[in-house]
């Protein structure tokens, strides 16, 4: 029995490091998904950035002139949308990043792949030696390089009140999850006492 809960509480106890926040990327920031701008654009782009495996991608465009295919290389290489693995038709597309390695995605419509509407995204494990910053730059240009991971997970950045109005749900920043592990915890500490 007190090993049981010697194991409860070493699981408790390593929940709160390893609660990492997921980030929200809007494909292009405000330009968008997107022909206008230009042929680099998306490389440049998604290269400043460092995306890891629950992260999520953002596609904003209009429907009536844009689509978003996720590709393979092959067909992302020769600007190919007749087989694509998956095809998105919303102005307002969730894209989650699901396992690591590349994601490829063009617009299928003619010429738009060709003319730059492409993206290639590389996507890292999470792990709590990646963890970075939940804000991501909006309006970020090739000028403006990412943010670099932060040293201290634990260090506090200073926010307003529009910042923190910006960032995506995270459970792990509950009240309730942290009052529930505190809980546990302290109930699995009292447990071993008294044995």
Known sequence: ???????????ALSLFSVVRATSLYEVGDSNGWTTTVGLDYYKTWSSSKTFYVGDVLIFQYNKTFHNVM???????ESCNP?????????????????????????????????????????????SLENTTPIIQPNNASSSNPSPKPLEDP????????????TLPYNAGSSLCVWSGLSMLSSVLLQALVFL
């Open 1 to 11: 029995m007190k090993n049981t809960i010697m194991g409860l509480l070493i699981v």
């Open 70 to 76: 996720e590709v393979s290389f092959q067909d992302f």
């Open 82 to 126: 007749n087989s694509p693995l998956t095809t998105y038709h919303s102005q307002y597309e969730p894209v989650i990043l699901n396992r690591t390695g590349h994601y490829y995605f063009i617009c299928g419509l003619p010429g738009h792949c060709e003319s730059g509407q492409k993206l290639d995204v590389l996507v890292m494990p999470a």
């Open 154 to 165: 634990l260090e506090v950045l200073p926010v307003d009140d529009a910042t923190i109005a």
